[in-house]
């Protein structure tokens, strides 16, 4: 059987730290952008916000109005889903509306863009990352 002064001492002794480690300090690797940076392009198009970022946006100017003594984001956030959560479907279409439509034209863009790219316009070499 295991006593507490016998657990006490075997955890002591793992966290203690190792006192044959070298203490030079370590050089700072280069931080280099990601293969992901490197590929994608500055006039690539950015996703639209979901249904609920559409709601956010709304629910906040609205909420601020009727909470002037509320700054928190934290507490903004929380009363927006709770809301969102409380509404019905139909309270939400018109949010779902406005999201399909900005993903229509991320698509439209989204084809240009890749349209653009594979006939060269946009070159690699241009990119600031190198």
Same mark, same amino acid.
């Given at each position: 059987?295991?006593?507490?002064?016998?657990?006490?001492?075997?955890?002591?002794?793992?966290?203690?730290?190792?006192?044959?480690?070298?203490?030079?300090?370590?050089?700072?690797?280069?931080?280099?952008?990601?293969?992901?940076?490197?590929?994608?392009? &500055?006039?690539?198009?950015?996703?639209?916000?979901?249904?609920?970022?559409?709601? #956010?946006?709304?629910?906040?100017?609205?909420?601020?109005?009727?909470?002037?003594?509320?700054?928190?984001?934290?507490?903004?956030?929380?009363?927006?889903?709770?809301?969102?959560?409380?509404?019905?479907?139909?309270?939400?279409?018109?949010?779902?509306?406005?999201?399909?439509?900005? &993903?229509?034209?991320?698509?439209?863009?989204?084809?240009?863009?890749?349209?653009?790219?594979?006939?060269?316009? #946009?070159?690699?070499?241009?990119?600031?990352?190198?």
């Amino acid at each position: 059987m295991e006593t507490r002064a016998k657990r006490a001492k075997t955890t002591e002794t793992a966290t203690k730290p190792r006192k044959d480690a070298s203490k030079k300090p370590k050089a700072k690797a280069k931080s280099k952008p990601s293969s992901s940076a490197k590929n994608d392009h &500055r006039d690539k198009p950015k996703k639209p916000p979901t249904a609920f970022f559409y709601f #956010l946006e709304d629910f906040r100017k609205t909420f601020q109005q009727e909470n002037p003594n509320v700054k928190s984001m934290r507490d903004i956030g929380k009363a927006c889903g709770e809301k969102w959560k409380t509404m019905s479907f139909e309270e939400k279409v018109a949010y779902y509306d406005i999201a399909t439509e900005k &993903r229509a034209e991320f698509e439209k863009a989204m084809a240009a863009y890749i349209k653009r790219k594979e006939s060269g316009e #946009l070159s690699e070499g241009s990119d600031d990352y190198e």
